[in-house]
Nanobody, 123 residues
Framework: VQLQASGGGLVQAGGSLRLSCAAS??????MGWFRQAPGKGRLFVAA????????KYGDFVKGRFTVSRDMAKNTLYLQMDNLEPDDTAVYYC???????????????????WGQGTLVTVSS
């Protein structure tokens, strides 16, 4: 199993970025995004299930991010709008097994992890 995250970069506050996570080697019931800022723990950002139910977002997102998934391409996306300096972090994609369709927000619930992509938001 391999999860390859991409799309990070430097953006000014108020700007947008779209992250992608290409998955290979398996199928996944739930895929999601976490982030980790310097000196802080890994924080749940968003996740989406293959069951077609509503995605789940971290409280801090406040409607600014949209998670989506292309099942045919086995790719996860995170559209991030109205970015703030506090959004600066390494963003990781993560996945759970194909039979798991309930979304959990704890990082320990996810088995597969990508390498992370850095998002830097300047003020």
């Amino acid at each position: 199993v391999q999860l390859q995250a991409s799309g990070g970069g430097l953006v000014q506050a108020g700007g947008s970025l779209r992250l992608s996570c290409a998955a290979s080697g398996g199928t996944f019931g739930v895929m999601g995004w976490f982030r980790q800022a310097p000196g802080k723990g890994r924080l749940f950002v968003a996740a989406i299930s293959s069951s077609g139910g509503s995605p789940k977002y971290g409280d801090f997102v406040k409607g600014r991010f949209t998670v989506s998934r292309d099942m045919a391409k086995n790719t996860l996306y995170l559209q991030m709008d109205n970015l703030e300096p506090d959004d600066t972090a390494v963003y990781y994609c993560a996945a759970r097994g194909s039979r798991v369709t309930v979304i959990h927000t704890a990082s320990q619930s996810y088995v597969h992890w990508g390498q992370g992509t850095l998002v830097t938001v300047s003020s």
